[in-house]
């Protein structure tokens, strides 16, 4: 069973940098992909980016697209979210999630396993 663990998170000021570490226990035969997702109060929850372990391929959303980056460490069966510039509407509750099949056609769906989620707050 696939098992994940969000850091990172806490409250910074408008214009820091956060980078946000994904633990995955059990990632070997059950985690093709990982993804990140946000969600703020009274908002949908909302796709950011994700990466395939193998290749290493990588999509983002428009809406982060120049500033977060996601990326990995294999050895530590690690992804990372690198997010710079952050703003005010960037406060939300970041959770990764990981995917049985690689990201492929549907790069938003098909996510299978959540961690429980790190606070990030961006203050003006």
């Known amino acids: 069973q696939v098992q994940l663990a969000e850091s990172g998170g806490g409250l910074v000021q408008a214009g820091a940098s956060l980078r946000l570490p994904c633990a995955n226990s059990g990632r070997m035969f059950r985690s093709d992909a990982e993804g990140w997702f946000r969600q703020a109060p009274g908002k949908e929850r909302e796709f950011l980016a994700v990466?395939?372990?193998?290749?290493?391929?990588?999509y983002y959303a428009d809406s982060v697209t120049g500033r977060f980056t996601v990326s990995k460490a294999t050895a530590k069966n690690t992804v990372y979210l690198q997010m710079n510039d952050l703003k005010p509407e960037d406060t939300a509750v970041y959770f990764c999630?990981?995917?049985?099949?690689?990201?492929?056609?549907?790069?938003?769906?098909?996510?299978?396993?959540w961690g429980q989620g790190t606070q990030v707050t961006v203050s003006s």
């Open positions: 999630a990981s995917k049985i099949v690689p990201i492929g056609a549907t790069p938003t769906s098909g996510y299978t396993s």
């Open positions: 990466l395939n372990w193998n290749g290493g391929a990588k």
